[in-house]
């Protein structure tokens, strides 16, 4: 009997021991169940219509219940100092002897950086601006009754996922506080309308925690954050943002976030602070990437063609032949799906996987949500007729899309002289083989060569420029200087030029309308 007991002991000994080592070893791995790892959850957007009415306290409450959910951030990037850097701290100007070798190990020093954010998820997550933790270090995270000057560190912090796109990154804690975190809720940013209070809390100038009140000063505001050629629709607002805000919420009068402060407009005789002009990425957008930024990436859609940014009027959309004033002209075409697809420049795109299009924003908000790899319907209008294609969407991918666009911006482009005076503020003149082979164009491509742009014209102001060479003009082919000349010289006083040009390899459309 006490053998079997002394067997069963052991037996049981020995399992626990396994299941400790298997947990310890899990733990190493990063194998523990998804269950136990403590997984995002994106807040509710909260979408009943905003109304009520102000009084005296309104402000007090929002400070008061969302303030402890927004955090100061401080970053360390280490940089290699320099030879003689000690020395030049005191003694600004000191420069070692010219060839002078060995002296002091340079060594590293530790630029510090600081920013805003706000806790999405008691378990942790912290979303932020991408550029507040670009290249650090080292995350520090200071809540709100944290003081980052008095005390030597805050919570340490880890980047979980970052997206160039809107500028955004989500934190996740190392180091959790005794106490249950506060966190934010939501609103709906597309309830927003020029005039709405809002609410900016943030850390300015290491002042955390920081409540300004403003107004929304306009919506869907244009600007590229951090990729060239790419833009987001923004949030304007007077509420006083300066450095230091990035990254913190903006807030309705509920209390709930409606943006991620992020940019402002300032200049340097004003020392780089508030102008009463700053920017936030609505919380719709951020909402809608926080599972990539949980897993590490986003993935977006990509068709690969670029668009006339400017709203299509009724002028346009005669010229279209367009049913009604909607769509949005293509006016570059990259070798992927739309080319694959028969997608051309000067097309007009009206309908996106049965969704209408009424302009550039909402193609390229469509788009991105497709998931790549998807089949999807595009109407459009060519040559005023409605053709549909079938466009296979591909996934984006903003790292090689860049070092295309630099690659192409390094080619040589520029031309000669002597040319026609077209009417336009521009002038052109035959293209050569010579100058075909300077611009680095494929054999056998006809038509005149922009030679000479007036800044003050109306085609310095819609793009043109010199070295792009015209090859279609409202949708007929020109390959002589004569056809150019002609189907210019043809559009009346106050008409619209679609004209197409070739420029680095690529076919781009610009619509000009002649004075």
């Not at 912090?157 to 997206?163: L, P, S």
């Not at 009424?358 to 991105?368: E, K």
């Amino acid at each position: 009997m006490s053998t079997n007991k002394s067997t069963a002991f052991y037996g049981v000994l020995i399992g626990l021991t396994c299941m400790v080592a298997g947990m310890v070893i899990a733990s190493r791995l990063d194998l523990t169940p998804g269950s136990m790892a403590n997984p995002l959850t994106v807040p509710a957007t909260n979408s009943a219509p905003l109304d009520g009415a102000l009084d005296a306290g309104t402000f007090r409450r929002i400070a008061q219940a969302t303030g402890p959910a927004v955090v100061s951030i401080r970053t360390e990037v280490a940089q290699r100092r320099q030879s003689g850097g000690a020395l030049r701290e005191l003694f600004p100007g000191f420069r070692l002897p010219e060839g002078f070798e060995g002296g002091e190990d340079p060594g590293e020093q530790f630029v510090q950086g600081a920013g805003s954010g706000f806790v999405v998820d008691k378990a942790g997550f912290i979303i932020t601006n991408r550029h507040v933790i670009a290249g650090a270090d080292r995350i520090e995270v200071f809540l709100h009754d944290m003081d980052m000057i008095v005390l030597p560190a805050g919570l340490a912090a880890e980047v979980v996922g970052q997206d160039e796109l809107t500028d955004t990154a989500l934190l996740k804690l190392i180091d959790m506080p005794s106490a249950p975190l506060t966190e934010v809720k939501f609103g709906d940013s597309t309830q927003l309308a020029p005039g709405d209070w809002v609410v900016a809390i943030g850390n300015p100038f290491s002042y955390s925690n920081t409540v300004t009140v403003g107004v929304v000063s306009a919506t869907g505001r244009e600007q590229a954050l951090a990729a060239p050629g790419r833009y987001e629709a923004l949030i304007q607002t007077d509420a006083a943002i300066n450095r230091g805000n990035s990254g913190g919420p903006l807030l309705n009068v509920r209390g709930e976030v409606v943006g991620v402060n992020t940019m402002i407009v300032t200049n340097s005789m004003a020392g780089g602070g508030n102008l009463g002009i700053g920017f936030a990425v609505p919380i719709n957008t951020v909402r809608d990437i926080l599972p990539g930024l949980r897993d590490g990436k986003v993935v977006r859609g990509r068709i690969g063609v670029t668009v006339l940014r400017t709203a299509m009027d009724k002028a346009l959309a005669d010229s279209y032949g367009l049913p009604s004033v909607s769509g949005v002209v293509v006016t570059g075409v990259t070798p992927g799906p739309a080319a694959d697809a028969g997608i051309q420049v000067d097309d007009v795109i009206v309908e996106f996987n049965g969704q209408p299009v009424n302009s550039s924003n909402a193609l390229v908000d469509r788009v991105m949500r497709t998931a790549p790899g998807t089949s999807v319907p595009v109407k459009l209008y060519r040559d005023k007729q409605q053709v549909t294609v079938t466009v296979r969407v591909a996934e984006l991918d903003l790292e090689a899309e860049q070092a295309v666009a630099v690659e192409a911006s390094e080619r040589p482009r520029e031309p000669r002289r002597e040319p026609v005076d077209t009417g336009f503020g521009l002038q052109i003149e035959e293209l050569t083989a010579g100058i075909a082979r300077q611009l680095n164009l494929p054999a056998g491509t006809a038509g005149a060569v922009i030679t000479t742009v007036d800044p003050r014209g109306v085609a310095a102001r819609a793009g043109l420029g010199r070295g792009d060479v015209i090859v279609r003009v409202n949708g007929q082919a020109t390959t002589t200087l004569d056809d150019v000349d002609d189907a210019l010289s043809g559009v009346p006083s106050g008409g619209i030029a679609r004209i197409v040009v070739l420029r680095q390899g690529r076919e781009l459309l610009f619509t000009v309308t002649k004075r």
